[in-house]
């Protein structure tokens, strides 16, 4: 196994499938070859039927992922862009997340800078432990967090990101707690004690409910109102034909726990 491929740990723990930036000597910074393998493994999980859900963290207690790695440039600019290329590999990752229909949960083991708060916002769920810190620090290097605004104009309340994005300073774990970039933040030593209950609380649902709800998020989030209804109305009938809604509601009649199919 190549350097590179230590570089992202991909593992299967029960129904889920757990993605760790494995790069703690440089706060888990992102390059290309780690962005390719963070897609790939997004996607294949999501093609896996047994998978209920997705962990993206980073190795240490140091950083979640502290954006792109600039020093592995050898350049001033960190952006090196193919202009013959319609999409960059940072890009590809984000339509990987928003293609897939498992949730995605990410376990904020430290510091979230640039880049990394476009993967933070990419996912479903978001827990951190309360001495991470947050930033946009663009600016600082003459540049703009470009990238991740489409992600955080649909999360962050609009004077608050501009604060942060035209100041490049960083804040705490409760702020972000309050602009609702996580949803729980917790002691560091008890990080992983948070992330098992939301997990756990998450598989106990019917798999196909979740990735049939996750699709409905994605398409109906940026559609007209009329055609949301009209979306919805569909979806409501075809799950409702599924095995799991069948099991879902015998098992609401009989007063017991349901037995997901998965189907």
């Known amino acids: 196994m190549s350097n590179e491929d230590h570089e992202l740990l991909v593992e299967r723990r029960g129904d889920v499938r757990w993605i760790t930036i494995n790069r703690p000597e440089s706060r888990n910074a992102i390059n290309e070859g780690v962005l390719e393998r963070i897609r790939t493994a997004v996607l294949e999980a999501n093609d896996d039927p047994g998978l209920r859900a997705i962990v993206l963290t980073g190795a240490g207690d140091r950083a979640f992922c502290a954006g792109a790695d600039i ?17 960059n590999a940072l890009t590809q990752v984000f339509r990987a997340f928003e293609a897939c229909n498992l949730p995605m949960l990410a376990r904020v083991n430290g510091h979230v800078l640039a880049g990394g708060m476009g993967l933070l916002c990419g996912c479903d769920l978001a827990v951190a432990a309360d001495t991470a810190k947050f930033g946009v620090p663009e600016v600082k290097i003459g540049l703009f967090p470009m990238q991740i605004l489409g992600y955080m104009l649909r999360l962050v309340p609009r004077r608050k990101l501009m604060e942060m994005c035209l100041t490049g300073d960083p804040f705490t774990a409760q702020e972000a707690l309050a602009m609702g970039l996580v949803n729980h933040v917790v002691p560091a030593d008890r990080l992983d004690e948070k992330v098992d209950w939301l997990l756990e609380r998450i598989l106990k649902q019917s798999p196909t409910a979740l990735r049939h709800g996750k699709n409905g998020v994605h398409a109906l989030q940026d559609m007209p109102l009329q ?37």
């Open 71 to 87: 020093k592995a440039e050898g350049s001033a600019s960190p952006v090196k862009p193919d202009m013959a290329a319609p999409h």
């Open 227 to 263: 055609q949301a209804f009209a979306f919805a109305e569909a979806n409501v009938a075809r799950m409702s034909m599924t095995e799991d809604a069948r099991e879902g509601f015998a098992a609401f009649q009989e007063k017991r726990d349901p037995d997901w199919p998965g189907r």
